[in-house]
């Protein structure tokens, strides 16, 4: 599992380099993309295409490769394979297979934003891409606003006006570290509150272009022994009881038939 550059082509590591030299194959999320990659350093491989539409069944000519004796490398189309890319279906099939898996370090645009982004946190909550509309977006935007840890979430250019204006109104008043175009020509990395966040990237056409890394502080802790279980609830309130119920079983530790005769209270008894 290779890392490779996520913008700056100089970030490729010596080890990336000597990896894919010796591979028999090199997968690839787009064998386009990495071709222009591996013509830069200079490397003829086989190329194949492993992507998230034929990811398990590639991964069984992989591990047939594999058990040939032939060297293996898979790499995304930037940064670090399976974060928020293929390769975790294909990493956990060779594994079952009884076969090593070698992981490459390297460049990784969430710990790159992470490392700029300034924002103390204990633990950071990573998010991925967002659910794009509908009731699971707006499910998975209440289980973050009800932990107390900074977020991270990568997001395209056409959403991310619209998915500030959601973190704000899920999160609060909280600031966002909006990391764009990271390593590139045009890399830029502003923290404003969420409050003004939308106005903000659409004051420029610049700033609504690129792929972007969005860091959110995280809530104050109140310093309980426990969460209170109705607050906690409270807070769910727009969520269907059985979603709110589980959230609040996580976050509480509190039994699941408790708390949900007590989001039913106070719901007025409806369980919508």
Request: hydrophobic share 45%.
């Amino acid at each position: 599992m290779v890392a490779t550059p996520i913008g700056n082509l100089g970030d490729v590591t010596q080890r990336a380099i000597e990896t894919l030299r010796g591979a028999d194959v090199i997968a690839a999320e787009d064998t386009r993309v990495t071709r222009g990659l591996l013509s830069h350093l200079g490397i003829s491989a086989k190329l194949v295409a492993l992507h998230a539409h034929n990811e398990k069944a590639t991964a069984q000519k992989v591990i047939g490769w594999i058990a040939e004796g032939q060297a293996v490398a898979f790499v995304s189309d930037a940064g670090t394979p399976a974060v928020s890319d293929p390769g975790a279906a294909l990493v956990a099939a060779v594994r079952e297979a009884g076969h090593r898996v070698v992981p490459i370090p390297g460049p990784s645009a969430l710990t790159t934003a992470l490392s700029a982004a300034g924002i103390p946190a204990d633990g950071v909550v990573f998010a991925g891409f967002l659910p794009v509309r509908g009731r699971e977006r707006k499910e998975r935007l209440a289980e973050l606003a009800a932990g107390p840890w900074a977020i991270a979430l990568f997001e395209a250019p056409h959403r991310v006006a619209d998915t500030l204006a959601d973190l704000h109104a899920a999160l609060g008043e909280r600031d966002v570290v909006i990391a764009r175009e990271l390593t590139k020509m045009f890399e830029t990395i502003t923290r404003v509150p969420l409050a003004d966040a939308r106005t903000w990237v659409e004051a420029h056409p610049d700033r609504i272009r690129g792929e972007f890394v969005l860091v959110i502080e995280g809530r104050p802790v109140e310093h309980t022994d426990a969460l209170d279980p109705r607050k906690v609830l409270e807070s769910l309130g727009e969520l269907p009881v059985k979603q709110a119920v589980a959230i609040a079983v996580k976050l509480t530790g509190g039994k699941r038939n408790e708390l949900y005769a007590l989001a039913l209270e106070l719901k007025g008894g409806k369980a919508g």
